[in-house]
C-alpha cells in the first residue's frame, strides 16, 4: 500500500500564507489522481483541491478558489497546497489522498482509499 505524509501545517494569522506538502513515500503509486481534503471538528471532511496529470486538471472548491493552488512535482512525488489569504474557517486538518484513476466525484471522500495522518492548519488573530 502506498504511504502519503503531509507537512507544512501551523499557526497562521489571518491573511497570512501557508504551503502544505504530501510526499508519497514508497514511491509505488502508479495512478494520476491526488487530492486535498479538510475536516474540522465535528465535521465532515471536505474537499479542497484534486490533481490529475493524465488529464492536466486541477479542480478547487468554491471556498477556495483563487486562494488555493494545488501543484505537482513528479521528480519528489509530491503535491503541494499553496495557500493565500488565510481565513479563520479555513482552520482544520488537511488530508492528502489518492486514487488511481481519475472519477467524476473527485470532490467526494468516499472515492478515496488511500489517506494520510493529516496535518493541522489554524487561522487565528
Do not use: H
Amino acid at each position: 500500500q502506498i504511504q502519503l505524509l503531509e507537512s507544512g501545517g501551523g499557526l497562521v494569522r489571518p491573511g497570512e500564507s501557508l504551503r502544505l506538502s504530501c510526499v508519497e513515500s514508497t514511491g509505488t503509486f502508479s495512478g494520476d489522481t491526488m487530492a486535498w481534503f479538510r475536516q474540522a471538528p465535528g465535521k465532515e471532511r471536505e474537499f479542497v483541491a484534486a490533481i490529475n496529470w493524465s488529464r492536466r486538471t486541477t479542480k478547487y472548491s468554491d471556498s477556495v478558489k483563487g486562494r488555493f493552488t494545488i501543484s505537482r512535482d513528479s521528480a519528489k512525488n509530491t503535491i503541494y497546497l499553496q495557500m493565500f489569504s488565510l481565513k479563520p474557517e479555513d482552520t482544520a486538518v488537511y488530508f492528502c489522498t489518492a486514487r488511481v484513476r481519475w472519477n467524476v466525484q473527485f470532490w467526494n471522500y468516499r472515492m478515496y482509499d488511500n489517506w494520510g495522518q493529516g496535518t493541522q492548519v489554524t487561522v487565528s488573530a
